[in-house]
Structures are given as structure tokens and as C-alpha cells.
């Protein structure tokens, strides 16, 4: 690496050469330039001395690959900084394992008022049930504890964090010894999560932040709203993110609006729409997503939370007001719900003014072929996560045991929603599943449903150029000279372009195909690791001695 003194009356700028560069404007290209915040040149080793005296600094990439920065379309934020700073059971193999690091998790943390975790999961325990009330009290010590299942849709409590919910028994979703669901889990998570002060909400969120540069996503959707965070909690991320250590944070709030009123009131939130966790449903984990046939475990159909015109009256208003629109969707009845209510929308103010407006689902995960169809016409994004079907997919998992083996086998259809011209933008939902953006891409190129996977190149488009797009930014996530200098510098080994083939996946080495190559995403292959990101042209992450 070379620098020189810069000149402070023009950009900054920066030569990377001597690597791979991710770029549809030349798939052969080595290096690249950027000026400020922006991507200047993209080109081969040999065009690049003639920058190499007017550069500021100059990046000797030694082989790595350069791509965009990744974009994470669904994240908890803070949630995702607890977990990793403080109480996650998803590691947990077992109960008593479970209860063994919450009674070390209470007796490190004497001064909590709330003891908080997450990460619970009865699929994966032989005992096959979640802690007893009994059970989580002595582990506790008495103390309140708000413990979320993996899926956040549901939680275990103590009784002493009961005891400060005022009519918490009387509420939709309690059960005097099981997990609780519904407007009682939304109660004890609001006073679990208001004994959080200032400075540890912000350690959690920091602590996120950077996990997430550090993995190469330079940006992140939070999903926020009144049933999951709060305002003081979505505005001090809003703030934190806009000091620029960091990746970018665009904001969604999940409440429901009807007027011209509340929708300014959304934008003074710093919100860009009021979307994201709009529940419609649950999940399929807690038995709470909304199906048209009963579940295969449990004798009722989960729970629906808004009917379709509710669902209309908010797409419109929306629409109306020039602000995205986006619902959490998960079972195939609560699709239909978003479907008909979108639908609704499109009747009464425009089926084009509905599509400019580029409204999302989160999830849609079970999607039939007429709901599919629907998301295609009214230009609906899915925001998927395609490490749920590597976690609970596959005819053992999760799904199979909720809905049986013949309906689990039409989870998450991303090749047909790729076929149908549904767009696509990839997440986690951290800290449902980590961050990890290339895991990411393996489990949507692996999908456990063999017609359900799509390429590598797809799948990439998807979680860096599909991000942006679902905010209505066409420029960005892709490195071409004009858009975000948003980029990760990674350690791999070949890259390889993937074959198309409906049987197996092939890939090629043979760079003729004039198309970028991507890592070797094959199960049980090493995954690159994160050298540098970079966001808006500042460097938010760069690995020691890198």
C-alpha cells in the first residue's frame, strides 16, 4: 500500500489493483478506482498504471477479490447486538444445557434488572420441550427473565418477570406454563426490553454494527416497530449509524397508518417506510404463521393478525403518500391475506401506481402458484432468508415435523419466484439466523428442496444489487463506475463461474464465459473471509496486519 498527501479541495481517492473485481463492466477486470464516495474505474492491471500517479493511496490487493458490499435485508439490530454480547442459547444441545448457562449468565450478571436471552429451540433438544416456569425460576434465582425461542415469536418468562406485566395473564397468548404467544409475549418483551439504559442499548447496537462489517455487509434493513424494539431504540440506531463507522441502516417501522398524518409521522421517525415486521402472522416454529390447512402437530391453524383489508387500507395509504408498504408473511393463508389486500389496494388507487412503489413481504415463505403469481404482477419484493430452509428445512426438520413432508416441500421457492419475475432480496433476520452473507448464498444455491435452488449469480444479485433495489435504488450494489463505493475486499481461493444445469450444480474455472466468477459456495468448502469493507468510500472494517 502507497499513499500521498492529499489535496483537501477534491475527493480523496484510491487505487485497488492486483486482485479480482466483481464487476458486469468487465468481467476481467483487476482493479479499480474510487473518488469519494463513489466508484470512479473499473479495469484490467494494465489501464491501471495510468492512475497510479494521481491517486491518493494505492490498495495492493495480492490476489483478493473484490466484490459490493453485501446487503443484509432483514435485521434486529439491537436484538442481534444482546445476543452476541450477552445470553444465547443457540448453541444450547440440550435442557439442562440450556439451564446450566442461564444460571451462569444470572450469576455473571448480578446488576441486570432483567436477565435477557435468546436462542431456545426444542427441535434440536432430545428432551424435546422448552423450561418449565419452575425450572426457569431457579435457574434465575427468582430474578425476572425474558427468554425468546429462536424464531423471536414467541418466549419463555419467569414468574418475577410476570409479576411486573400488570394484566399479563389476561392477554391473547398467555398460558399458564408454556411459551407465550401473540399480544402476551409483545407485553413482557416491552418491559423486558425498558430496563435496557442508553449505554447498553448502544454497546448491543455498536456490537452489531460491527459483526456486520466485519462479515462485508455494508448495509443493513432494520426491522423495527412498537411490538419489537420501540422509538427510543430505533431512533438512537438511526443516529448511530448516521456517524458513519459503520455499515449504512435504513429503517422500516412496522405500524399500521390510514392517513396522510401518520405517514409523515413514520418519515419523522427516519423510517423509508412503514413495512418490515408488520405481522400479519407468526411463525411456523411457535405454531403461530397463518395456514389454510391445520398444521401437522397441532390441531388449529396459527394465528392471523390482520385481515385483508386491513392490508388494503394500509397499502393505499402508503401508495398514497409515497411511502413503501411491507407486511411479515409467512404461512400460505396469511399470503393470500397480503395478496387479496394488495390487490384490494391496486383497485382503488392504481395497479401502477401499487408497483412504482415497490411494497415487500418479509419471508413469504409459503407461497402457492397463485400467490406467487400475484407477487409477480403487483411487483411485491420477498425479502427471504435463505438459511431458515438450511436450518428447519429437509424431510427431518422443522418444517416437515409443523406441516408434513408434502407441504414442507413447498417452502421457500426462490427458482420459481426467480422464474416468475417476483424480485428478490436476500437477509437473515438476525438474530433468528446469524449474519453471514455467504452462508447466505450457499443455502439459497443448496436450497434442501432440490427444485427450489437458484445459481450462485442469482443468489449474489439477490444480497447485494436485490438490498438496494428493494429500497427503490437501482445504482447501487454493483461495481460500476457511478454508483456507492460499497465494496469488501475478501481471502478466497478460485473463483469459479456455476454451469447452469437442473440436475447438479457444475461449475467452471474457464474464464472465456466472460462472466465474474464467485467463490466455490459447495458444502463443506472454506467460505472467504473478510479483509476490508468499505461504505460511502470510509473504511468501516480492515482486518489486523491486513
Known amino acids: 500500500m502507497s499513499e500521498r498527501t492529499p489535496d483537501p479541495a477534491r475527493p480523496r481517492t484510491v487505487l485497488l489493483r492486483g486482485g479480482e473485481v466483481h464487476s458486469p463492466a468487465d468481467p476481467f477486470a483487476t482493479a479499480m478506482v474510487v473518488e469519494g464516495g463513489s466508484i470512479a474505474w473499473v479495469g484490467e492491471e494494465g489501464a491501471a498504471d495510468s492512475f497510479a500517479d494521481g491517486v491518493d493511496e494505492t490498495v495492493h490487493l495480492d490476489g483478493a477479490l473484490v466484490t459490493p458490499a453485501f446487503t443484509d435485508a432483514h435485521v434486529h439490530t439491537t436484538a442481534t447486538g444482546l445476543a452476541l454480547t450477552g445470553l444465547d442459547l443457540s448453541g444450547a444441545a440440550t435442557l439442562p444445557d440450556a439451564l446450566a448457562r442461564i444460571r451462569a449468565h444470572a ?11 435468546h436462542g ?31 424464531d423471536v415469536h414467541s418466549a419463555v418468562v419467569t414468574t418475577a418477570l410476570l409479576d411486573l406485566v400488570p394484566g399479563i395473564r389476561e392477554r391473547t397468548g398467555f398460558r399458564p406454563d408454556a411459551p407465550l404467544t401473540g399480544d402476551a409475549h409483545h407485553a413482557v418483551r416491552q418491559t423486558a426490553y425498558a430496563t435496557l439504559t442508553p449505554a447498553q442499548r448502544a454497546d448491543a447496537q455498536a456490537a452489531a454494527l460491527a459483526r456486520a462489517a466485519s462479515l462485508g455487509i455494508g448495509t443493513l434493513h432494520e426491522c423495527a416497530g412498537p411490538d419489537i424494539s420501540g422509538e427510543d431504540d430505533f431512533t438512537a440506531l438511526l443516529a448511530l449509524a448516521a456517524e458513519g463507522h459503520g455499515p449504512r441502516v435504513v429503517g422500516y417501522w412496522a405500524e399500521k397508518i390510514a392517513t396522510a398524518k401518520e405517514a409523515d409521522r413514520i418519515r419523522e421517525l427516519g423510517a423509508v417506510g412503514a413495512a418490515g415486521d408488520l405481522f400479519v402472522d407468526g411463525s411456523l416454529g411457535s405454531h403461530t404463521a397463518h395456514l389454510h390447512a391445520p398444521y401437522a402437530d397441532a390441531p388449529h391453524t396459527g394465528s392471523a393478525h390482520l385481515t385483508a383489508e386491513e392490508v ?11 411511502l413503501q408498504a411491507g407486511f411479515h408473511a409467512i404461512g400460505d393463508a396469511a399470503l393470500t391475506t397480503v395478496v387479496d389486500g394488495v390487490r384490494a389496494a391496486a383497485d382503488r388507487v392504481g395497479l401502477q401506481r401499487v408497483r412504482a ?15 406467487l403469481a400475484a407477487f409477480a404482477d403487483l411487483a411485491l419484493t420477498a425479502s427471504v432468508q435463505p438459511a431458515f430452509d438450511a436450518a428447519w428445512g429437509g424431510g427431518s426438520g422443522m418444517y416437515a415435523a409443523r406441516l408434513g413432508a408434502d407441504r414442507a416441500r413447498t417452502l421457500n421457492p426462490y427458482a420459481a419466484m426467480l422464474k416468475a419475475g417476483v424480485p428478490l432480496a436476500l437477509g437473515s433476520d438476525s438474530p433468528v439466523t446469524p449474519l453471514g452473507p455467504w452462508g447466505t448464498l450457499r443455502a439459497a444455491v443448496f436450497h434442501r428442496t432440490r427444485d427450489h435452488g437458484i445459481s450462485a449469480r442469482a443468489a449474489f444479485t ?16 454493483i461495481l460500476v463506475p457511478g454508483a456507492p463505493a460499497d465494496y469488501a475486499v475478501w481471502r478466497t481461493g478460485d473463483l469459479l463461474v456455476q454451469a447452469p444445469d437442473e440436475r447438479v450444480q457444475r461449475w467452471s474455472t474457464d474464464p472465456r464465459s466472460g462472466t465474474p466468477g464467485l467463490p466455490d459456495l459447495t458444502p463443506g468448502s472454506a467460505l472467504p473471509e473478510c479483509l476490508t469493507t468499505v461504505v460511502g468510500g470510509r473504511t468501516v472494517f480492515g482486518r489486523p496486519n491486513e
Not at 316 to 322: D, I, N, Q, R, V
Not at 362 to 371: F, P, V
Not at 462 to 477: C, E, F, Y
Open 312 to 322: 388494503a387500507a394500509h397499502v393505499a395509504a402508503c401508495t398514497e403518500a409515497g
Open 107 to 117: 450469576t455473571a450478571r448480578p446488576a441486570d434488572r432483567i436477565l435477557l436471552g
Open 357 to 371: 412503489a415497490r411494497h415487500r413481504v418479509e419471508h413469504a415463505e409459503m407461497l402457492t402458484d397463485a400467490t
Open 462 to 477: 439477490a444480497h447485494t444489487r436485490g438490498g438496494w433495489r428493494a429500497i427503490g435504488r437501482d445504482d447501487a450494489g
Open 120 to 150: 431456545w429451540d426444542t427441535t434440536a433438544w432430545p428432551e424435546g420441550r422448552p423450561p418449565s416456569r419452575a425450572e426457569l425460576d431457579d435457574a434465575a434465582g427468582g430474578r425476572p427473565l425474558y427468554l425468546t425461542r429462536v
